[in-house]
């Protein structure tokens, strides 16, 4: 199916007996964006995004958006609803998300980012991105038409799972295979970044192996991110943490090239959201010098940025004190580390639990399991499994019988799993054992077996 089914749909249906088409928002080859209202008690105003049914496992791609629902981060737009209707014999997918104020799509027609724009857009894009990579997600949507600015924040989309069979310079050369890894996310923010400078994508011809051309007008350290970002094999681009770090570096010799300014006329957009939030974070920052003038703050900063949520610290009367000398800053990492190819993603080996006193001696009596909690996984990802997927937590708990630390010990073959078990072992309840009569702090192994219809635990103390 192409996504001509959506000329099908227009202003004036009602998605799903309950969504109506208000007004379009924007359309792009394979989605169409409505303004919407909600029927419940959230913010009246939403938008609804329709695709036609191109999904290569369709219940894989719901299943994610099960999983994108249960999602919170500031950076990363709710998932309110989702789901499939027929039009006209045709199956066709929809999500509904806030309604965001301004997309970046908008933008770039009309002008490039400014660099401190740019900056500006990339650090919530980098947290959001960083949230997903923790939970074993991949967005594999990062473009334009996906950051989003909702009352003066940035936020990614949260449609992700969808997959057309249709390939754009935004898809990293290992999406033909259908295995999307974060990586692809990295390859994605390096054409993003490009466009946003030049408001065009790199060069780039898919079908020669070869990386996409950055042009060298791109001012650093974005020039670097984008070229490290845009390696054809995905284990030797770039890592979230190594863009941040080259971020925070003092910055770089600027291109030679003489780069001219936009002309400043009437016809150039000026409400940019992005432009609002940097003269903001400019007042604060006059703010807080004027701050530390009077008041003799130390504001050495962590960052090349102010965080605008950050209040501003309340003034303190000065009291007379020794001068206390300040702490030395620890050097910053040399810049040849910053764009070192990312580690595989291994798990770490679990370290030896050392008791902080000498274990009393005498009887030991085991202790055993009070409560245990199973993760809770959506039916549709339980169905995906092939065979059973095997995950080993180890435990350590106090003289309560409450988990102070859970670590994974043996991960098996998803990441994904790993952290639903890791997750559901931090809420377990113990006996403790005993030892000479009193009670004894104690380490479990909780091996976590997945299948497609049940989750079984399989626990055992092993310490004391």
């Known amino acids: 199916m192409n996504s001509s089914v959506l000329g099908g749909v227009s202003v004036g249906h009602v998605i799903d007996g309950r969504f109506p088409l208000l007004r379009q928002l924007g359309r792009s080859d394979w989605s169409w964006a409505y303004l919407t209202e909600l029927d419940d008690d959230r913010p009246k105003q ?35 609803h989702a789901g499939r209707f027929d039009v006209d014999g045709e199956d066709i997918l929809y999500v509904v998300t806030e309604y965001a104020d301004e997309t970046l799509s908008q933008i770039l027609p009309e002008r490039p980012l400014t660099q401190d724009e740019v900056r500006m857009m990339l ?39 969808w997959r057309s069979q249709r390939r754009t310079i935004y898809d990293a050369p290992e999406a033909s295979t259908g295995q999307l890894t974060p990586a692809a996310d990295i390859w994605s923010l390096g054409i993003l970044l490009v466009e946003s400078l030049t408001q065009q994508a790199p060069a780039w011809n898919r079908l020669e192996d070869s990386e996409p051309e950055v042009p060298v007008t791109i001012p650093e350290p974005f020039f ?20 941040k770090a080259h971020l925070k570096s003092p910055q770089t010799a600027e291109p030679a090239i003489e780069i001219a300014e936009p002309p400043d006329d009437h016809t150039t957009r000026s409400s940019f959201k ?106 549709k990802i339980m169905a995906t499994i092939q065979g059973h997927v095997i995950v080993g937590i180890r435990v350590e708990v106090d003289l309560e019988g ?58 055992s103390e092993v310490f004391p």
């Open 123 to 161: 650090s919530p894009v980098l947290d959001a991105l960083t949230y997903l990579d923790r939970r074993s997600l991949t967005h594999g949507h990062l473009q334009p038409s996906n950051i989003m600015v909702v009352d003066d924040r940035v936020k990614l989309s949260p449609d992700f799972g």
């Open 402 to 459: 409450t988990v102070a630390r859970a670590y994974v010990d043996s991960p098996g073959p998803s990441r994904f799993f790993a952290n639903q078990a890791l997750h559901a072992a931090q809420s377990w309840k113990f006996v403790p054992a005993m030892v000479g009569g009193r009670a004894s702090a104690g380490t479990w192994l909780l091996e976590f077996q997945f299948g497609q219809s049940e989750i079984s635990v399989a626990p």
């Open 224 to 243: 670097t991110i984008a070229r490290e970002c845009l390696r054809i094999d995905p284990a030797h681009r770039c890592s979230l943490a190594a863009i």
């Open 274 to 379: 992005f432009h609002a939030m940097i003269l903001a974070a400019a007042a604060l920052v006059v703010l807080l010098f004027v701050a530390a003038f009077i008041f003799g703050f130390d504001l050495t900063p962590s960052d090349p940025l102010p965080k605008l949520q950050s209040p501003m610290p309340a003034p303190v009367a000065a009291q007379p004190q020794a001068p206390v000398p300040k702490p030395t800053r620890a050097p910053a990492p040399p810049a040849a580390e910053a764009f070192a190819p990312p580690a595989a993603h291994t798990a770490k080996p679990a370290p030896t639990p050392t008791p902080a006193v000498e274990p009393a001696k005498g009887e030991v009596v085991k202790g055993s399991v009070k409560h245990q909690v199973l993760p809770e996984i959506p039916e």
């Open 46 to 80: 939403a938008a609804i995004k329709i695709f036609p049914f191109e999904s290569v496992d369709a219940a894989a791609t719901l299943a994610l958006w099960d999983v994108a629902r249960t999602l919170s981060h500031p950076h990363l737009m709710p998932l309110f």
